[in-house]
């Protein structure tokens, strides 16, 4: 599967942004979905998540109650809703994707990735 995430820019504290991540060659709906993301000088950090199947979520608790994390398998895409954003969410946003039953949290757990797209949160 090839994943390419889109809708990255720059916003204000407390703003919204909508992150899509669109696959190809493979239905994304048969994939366990996440959203990771890495700041300068940082280790690439878990998001969020969703399951293949039950579409169960999960989230870090940095992002949870803020960010939701959807899909739409009709268009093969899986979205990361971003609000209240703060300064400290600036980083490189990345989507993975697995053949996994449960929602992996770590970065080795994934083999798709799609080239990220850049999140910045400044006034």
């Known amino acids: 599967v090839q994943l390419v995430e889109s809708g990255g820019g720059l916003v204000q504290p407390g703003g919204s942004l909508r992150l899509s991540c669109a696959a190809s060659?493979?239905?994304?709906?048969?994939?366990?979905v996440g959203w990771f993301r890495q700041a300068p000088g940082k280790e690439r950090e878990f998001v969020a998540g969703?399951?293949?199947?039950?579409?169960?979520?999960s989230y870090a608790d940095s992002v949870r109650g803020r960010f939701t994390i959807s899909r739409d398998d009709a268009k093969n895409t899986v979205y990361l809703q971003m609000d209240s954003l703060k300064v400290e969410d600036t980083a490189v946003y990345y989507c993975?994707?697995?053949?996994?039953?449960?929602?992996?949290?770590?970065?080795?757990?994934?083999?798709?990735w799609g080239q990220g797209t850049q999140v910045t949160v400044s006034s």
């Open positions: 060659g493979r239905i994304i709906g048969t994939y366990a």
């Open positions: 969703v399951a293949r199947t039950s579409g169960r979520t």
């Open positions: 993975a994707a697995e053949f996994s039953s449960y929602i992996p949290r770590g970065r080795y757990e994934y083999n798709y």
